[in-house]
């Protein structure tokens, strides 16, 4: 805590992240009062990150939140013992702090992994400290308490395993396969889907709850389109149709300019970037790309429509007494020919045999 | 006691123009049926969750039924009351019977959505005893086989004279034992069409809110079994009529005039107590709001009264032609009135309409057809319909079985 | 036997007044609500219509979504096949509301009466067991294994709920059940009934699920607290012998403007079964009469069987 203070952030404040996140993860409050405890009593989880092919978006994502010492905060509330972008060590030095906390923390420790691994020609296309990104993470992977995957790259291959995908770029849940893996994809994935899961496990040892995908529920259950803001206009059929149009200026859906919300799971309308309220694709008029969506994203050309994935109901109402017409003028017709053919047989038999009855008067 | 007739096998050419063309019209309510099985009730017709039904119950089952009812209405006469002068009529009236009660229930099974759950209809530890429709199925099946057997002695009869001996012991030998079990089958042949004509007409009671109020009764039970009795006796004189003319068939006019004699008080009597019904109920004020509910009511009401008092015409009595035209309206009447309550006093709700589909009409239109086909057929193989030219007075009449073989 | 017309015809209008008699002494006893049945209360007045519960219908019952005929998704324009809850509105001048449709859970079913073999039925009762039904929720539910797909059931409701899949080739008939299969078993009271998902979602308690007792009581508080903005009266009470799902109205608006159908307090069933069940007290008419007409049917064979050998003899 006295480091904290020496950060000039109050318990208070400190409480408030913690609570926030939290309530990212779907826990209750009481649950973020409890992360705070802990950490402030000084069992932070040890963190080992590492990075392959990456550009390290993820970590700048984390590290852009606006809030006063924040990033310190978030340093202050995990124990990063490895960090090739933050740490201050290089060398001979951070591999050897690697080593030391792999020992200490044996079994213990979160494994946040940012960037694809290279599985080609026994994964030489990406080399940190002269091993292979596959040697080093089946080497780190083997002895961590959690395996998380930030960010698309690391979670199913990301932009380096775009077509022709000539590294052989995958995700880590392709390579470790014993272990449960939690993706979070995204590009850059949000922090505090990051945040609140690796909390979770620090103060329950207990991971979210996860999707088909290995993604946490909490974050990744809905589509962008369903929590989007512009909903509305979708509902009532107003689209932008080209760049700059009216439709675009009024900030009207951009479904049509090939926004892939309605087939992308992820909270980004919900949880805007770098905590700045309206700081996301759409609200900034360029349509989501998929990017959390190994289907979509890089794969799927930015301006092409994609499939509404659970279509709700837009506002149209029933009438009270709805129109069941189904009366053609065919149909009376033949129905008409039919009733008035019988009628006139009938007429026509009957003064025939009338006829014949009255000349021919018979006992029988 | 005139003569009980002499029932003969038509004979002549099975397959003629007539009956090919019967059959053609059929074959195109086969293709619709076998369409509807594949993609369901939908795609073939203009029923709709407000109209339910369409023409497939209300025509196929209820008004078929009601012409079919002649065997009732007759067996009564001639098998209950013991008027055996009737008996000519018998034979062709239960064939008649059989066959419109067989296009009913065969219209029924692809009215039915899920038709492979029927069997469940044999089982009654399953029966709702509330439901009038229950009562109708169960009966109708019951009733078809009844129908059927009753058709038998004319093909045993048949059989008795067929050349092959393999046939003719065959007829010899079940002819009387089916003879002396007949008082028991034609009992039922009375009790099953009492209750689910009036069944027939009571399916409408349940749809209070549905049926127009001049439609809408308690009465719609009685109602039900009067009107098919008036159509059964219309049914018999109009199809004997038919025969004489196409086949040369006894038709003997002091006896539909007896006949209709009691059609006539039946369709007085309807008459009577529909508007009875009304006027106790305070419901004639509908009969002056504009609309086609009141031109049906009249139409109705015409095609009721006008046969009633024709009926009661000694000019009539004595005119073939005139009998068959009023008998004829007799049939129109119950029809209509059924079609009334079941389709154009029904009323589902705004925004709900109703027409037939072509594909409804084909295979309305086809089974009759192929009903008529059928009657052909067995005519032409069997002795049912009774010749004017039978001079020999035998004493067989319908029912007694095998005492030819035996001369 | 000759039996003159004269008599035949006296004998037709007694039998028809004998019919219309036996059917006043042989009345077919009034159902009451069972004292645990469940239910819901519609309250347009605090309707929004947000169409939560339509979507959230779907969800909870897998119902695909519809597509009108000008192509809109999901917008039903009454209850359909793939569609057991809707929102409607209706305009009249000045005044609005919206309206909430779907199985009424009625406390004498006409469709129960009219299903020829209990395939609609309410829970528990019935002449079927239904593994895991329990008697006195009087949810109306739909067991498609003895459904023939006659559709009577449509004939008969006076609400037109139950639907039809018109378009396959094995069909079903789609109406509204409680959502029964959503009860917890593990909670208590109502919800381990059922979970009626149209309610569990609504953001305004427009839409309530519980007791029928507590619903009705519930009803006359929102209509004591705010009289200025409610009718009088709760349809459901008594309309059609009662119904499970009780509906308010707002003030200047009928039931009927609501689309509700005008119902008097003698359910359809009940007029319906009297009226059928009258002639035949309790079987022992369809017995008189078969025997009688065999009897006679039989005497008058022998009868002629005599004529004839007596005639055969001369």
Redesign the interface.
């Known amino acids: 805590m006295t480091e904290l203070e020496g950060m000039n952030v109050s318990r208070r404040g400190f409480l408030k992240v913690c609570t926030l996140a939290a309530g990212a993860v779907g826990l209750p409050a009481w649950a973020g009062e409890k992360m705070a405890e802990k950490a402030a009593s000084g069992a932070k989880p040890p963190v080992i990150w590492l990075h392959f092919q990456e550009c390290t978006g993820c970590s700048e994502s984390l590290l852009r939140t606006s809030a006063p010492d924040v990033a310190e905060l978030i340093l202050g509330l995990i124990s990063l013992d490895y960090h090739e972008t933050l740490m201050v060590p290089s060398g001979y030095q951070a591999e050897k702090s690697l080593e030391q906390s792999m020992e200490r923390n044996a079994g213990k420790y979160v494994l946040i992994i940012e960037g694809a691994i290279p599985t080609k020609e026994d994964g030489i296309y990406c080399r940190v400290g002269g091993k292979t990104a596959m040697e080093t993470l089946k080497r780190v992977s083997a002895k961590a308490g959690a395996i998380i995957s930030i960010g698309s790259c690391a979670s199913w291959g990301g932009i380096p395993s775009a077509d022709p995908n000539p590294t052989g770029a995958v995700g880590v849940n392709k390579l470790i396969t014993d272990k449960p893996v939690v993706n979070i994809p995204g590009c850059p994935a949000n922090p505090y889907n990051l945040l609140g899961t690796v909390l979770q496990y620090a103060t329950f040892g207990t991971l979210p709850a996860l999707d088909d995908l290995g993604r946490p529920k909490f974050a990744y259950a809905r589509t962008i389109h369903e929590d989007c803001p512009r909903r509305a206009h979708f509902d009532a059929g107003r689209f932008a149709q080209k760049y700059g149009d009216e439709g675009h200026r009024a900030g009207q859906c951009l479904y049509k300019l090939g926004c892939k919300g309605p087939a992308t799971h992820a909270n980004c309308s919900l949880n805007h970037f770098v905590e700045t309220p309206g700081a996301w694709p759409i609200a900034l008029g360029a349509p989501c790309f998929g990017c959390t969506e190994q289907k979509i994203g890089f794969r799927v050309p930015l301006h092409d429509t994609v499939e509404?994935e659970r279509?709700?109901?837009?506002?149209?109402?029933?009438?009270?007494?709805?129109?069941?017409?189904?009366?053609?003028p065919?149909?009376?017709g033949?129905?008409g020919l039919?009733v008035g053919g019988m009628?006139g047989a009938?007429?026509v038999?009957?003064?025939?045999?009338?006829?014949?009855?009255?000349q021919h008067?018979?006992?029988? | 006691m005139s003569g009980h007739g002499n029932p003969q096998a038509i004979g002549g050419k099975l397959f003629d123009p007539l009956m090919k063309f019967l059959l053609a019209l059929f074959g195109v309510a086969v293709v619709v049926m076998a369409y509807r099985f594949f993609a369901g009730i939908g795609p073939v017709s203009n029923m709709s969750d407000g109209y339910a039904w369409g023409i497939w119950e209300p025509v196929n089952v209820v008004v078929f039924t009601g012409i079919g009812a002649g065997a009732y209405s007759v067996g009564l006469l001639c098998y209950l009351l013991n008027k055996g002068k009737y008996h000519p009529l018998v034979r062709p009236a239960v064939l008649l019977g059989a066959i419109c009660y067989s296009l009913g229930g065969s219209s029924i099974l692809i009215a039915l959505g899920r038709y492979w759950n029927s069997y469940w209809l044999a089982l009654p530890g399953v029966w709702n005893l509330g439901s009038v429709l229950l009562e109708v199925a169960v009966c109708v099946i019951t009733y078809v086989s009844v129908l059927w057997i009753e058709v038998l002695p004319a093909m045993l009869e048949g059989a008795a004279k067929s050349k092959s001996t393999f046939w003719s012991g065959i007829g010899q030998t079940w002819g009387p034992r089916l003879a002396s079990a007949m008082p028991y089958i034609i009992a039922l042949a009375v009790v099953l069409p009492t209750m689910h004509q009036s069944s027939l007409g009571g399916l409408m009671l349940i749809a209070v809110t549905k049926v127009h109020p001049l439609w809408h009764t308690a009465l719609l039970p009685t109602l039900g079994l009067i009107s098919c009795l008036s159509m059964g006796y219309g049914a018999v004189v109009v199809l004997t009529t038919i025969l004489r003319y196409a086949w040369n068939a006894k038709a003997d006019t002091r006896l539909f005039a007896d006949l209709s004699k009691v059609n006539g008080g039946l369709l007085f009597l309807f008459a009577i107590l529909r508007l009875g019904d009304l006027a106790l109920q305070g419901k004639l004020g509908y009969l002056f709001v504009p609309g086609h509910h009141v031109l049906f009511f009249v139409l109705e009401m015409a095609l009721f009264l006008t046969p009633a008092f024709m009926f009661f015409s000694p000019k009539v009595q004595k005119n073939r032609g005139k009998l068959f035209a009023a008998a004829l309206m007799s049939l129109w009447a119950g029809a209509l009135w059924r079609i009334d309550a079941y389709l154009t006093a029904f009323n589902a709700g705004d925004g709900w309409e109703y027409m037939p589909s072509l594909g409804e009409i084909a295979v309305t239109v086809g089974m009759a057809a192929v009903g008529m086909a059928v009657f052909i057929l067995v005519s032409r193989l069997f002795p049912v319909v009774t010749l004017r030219d039978s001079h020999t007075q035998t004493n067989l009449g319908a029912g007694h079985v095998g005492i030819a073989a035996g001369r | 036997m000759r039996i003159s017309r004269r008599s035949l015809l006296k004998g037709a209008v007694a039998a028809g007044a004998a019919t219309t008699l036996v059917g006043k002494a042989e009345a077919r006893e009034h159902r009451e609500s069972d004292p645990e049945s469940v239910g819901m209360l519609y309250d347009p007045v605090r309707c929004i219509g947000c169409r939560a519960c339509v979507t959230k219908c779907k969800e909870a019952n897998g119902l695909p979504y519809s597509r009108s005929a000008d192509g809109l998704y999901d917008a039903p324009n009454d209850l359909n096949s793939e569609t057991k809850n809707i929102i409607k509105v209706v305009h009249l001048g000045d005044q609005w509301s919206f309206m909430k449709a779907q199985c009424m859970h009625c406390v004498d079913p006409s469709c129960v009466s009219a299903c020829m073999m209990g395939a609609l039925h309410r829970e528990g009762e019935g002449t079927r067991h239904h593994e895991g039904e329990q008697k006195g929720t009087g949810i109306v539910l739909y067991d498609k294994s003895t459904c023939v797909g006659c559709r009577y059931c449509q004939i008969a409701c006076p609400f037109n709920v139950p639907k039809f899949e018109w378009r396959a080739a094995f069909p079903l008939i789609v109406k509204c059940e409680l959502c029964r299969h959503r009860a917890d078993p593990k909670k208590s009271g109502p919800l381990a009934l059922a979970n009626p998902a149209c309610c569990e979602v609504c953001p305004r308690e427009a839409v309530v699920y519980g007791k029928r007792t507590e619903l009705l009581q519930l009803a006359r508080k929102r209509q004591a607290e705010h009289p200025e903005k409610y009718e009088a009266k709760i349809f459901g009470e008594k309309d059609g012998g009662g119904s499970q799902v009780l509906y308010l109205a707002p003030k200047g608006l009928s039931f009927q403007q609501l689309g509700l159908p005008k119902l008097s307090e003698e359910s359809p069933a009940h007029f319906s079964e009297s009226v059928s069940h009258a002639p035949y007290l309790h079987g022992f008419t369809p017995i008189a009469l078969y025997a009688t007409a065999a009897f006679l049917i039989r005497r008058n064979k022998n009868k002629e069987e005599e004529a004839e050998r007596h005639e055969e003899g001369k």
């Not at chain 1, 837009?314 to 189904?326: G, L, N, T, W």
């Not at chain 1, 038999?349 to 009255?358: D, N």
Request: glycine share 0%.
């Open positions: 509404v279509p709700t109901a837009p506002p149209a109402f029933a009438a009270i007494k709805a129109d069941h017409s189904v009366v053609t065919a149909v009376v033949v129905a039919i009628a009938s007429y038999a009957s003064k025939k045999i009338s006829a014949e009855s009255e008067p018979e006992k029988e």
